[in-house]
């Protein structure tokens, strides 16, 4: 009877035992696994390419113009669009962007329309870091003034033609021709062409010439 009794008690120590054994397991992979969830969530996101040939449309946060503008001068601007490349948001609208005025030109007096080229170079990103680019530069030219230059140059010969119509008529008219002409060159001489004047909110595109990695 003592050595069934005996017996009994050793296997319920072994059990016991055995019992004891599973739950360390148990734990140690409830562990490995929460391990590995904290580990994909500091894993960093994969880096996203933007391909050379992306198009951004900015809104001008600083004003440029021909006539006050100078190479070397840098503005700021902002992403009119979002940014998406495979379908992604990478950049999203209203993100800040840098950028530079290669070249300036003012209207001449006589000839040369003004002009106005920029680029950007950096793209600002929120933790404070910036990213530079290169965009093929955006370029324009004022409208032409010519229209407008015949007109004043017609006008004061017209206004010559009248002056020398009352002062004798005939010859006279000739020679008041002759005057107001001059007078209205003179006004041509002395106003300058249409300069080029962009005011913050203006949209201006850019063309990515290389590929970025955010």
Do not use: Q, W
């Not at 119509?165 to 002409?181: F, H, L, Q, T, Y």
């Amino acid at each position: 009877m003592r050595r069934i009794a005996y017996l009994l008690f050793v296997a319920a120590f072994a059990a016991s035992l055995i019992g004891c054994n599973k739950e360390p397991s148990t734990t140690s992979a409830d562990s490995t696994t929460k391990s590995a969830g904290l580990f994909d969530k500091l894993k960093p996101e994969p880096k996203v390419i933007i391909p050379a040939g992306t198009r951004f449309r900015v809104a001008l946060i600083d004003a440029v113009s021909s006539d006050k503008s100078r190479p070397g001068d840098a503005f700021t601007a902002s992403l009119a669009e979002p940014v998406v490349v495979d379908g992604k948001t990478v950049l999203e609208k209203g993100t800040r962007v840098r950028g530079r005025v290669l070249d300036a030109k003012e209207s001449g007096r006589v000839k040369g329309r003004a002009s106005i080229e920029l680029t950007l170079t950096e793209i600002m990103r929120g933790n404070g870091d910036s990213l530079n680019i290169a965009t093929k530069p955006y370029s324009a030219v004022a409208e032409s003034t010519k229209k407008r230059d015949a007109a004043i140059i017609g006008g004061g010969a017209g206004v010559g033609a009248a002056i020398g119509a009352i002062a004798g008529g005939g010859k006279g008219a000739a020679i008041g021709a002759a005057v107001g002409g001059g007078a209205g060159t003179g006004t041509v001489l002395a106003t300058k062409g249409k300069e080029i004047h962009y005011s913050p909110e203006t949209r201006i595109p850019f063309t990515l010439t290389t590929s970025i990695e955010i």
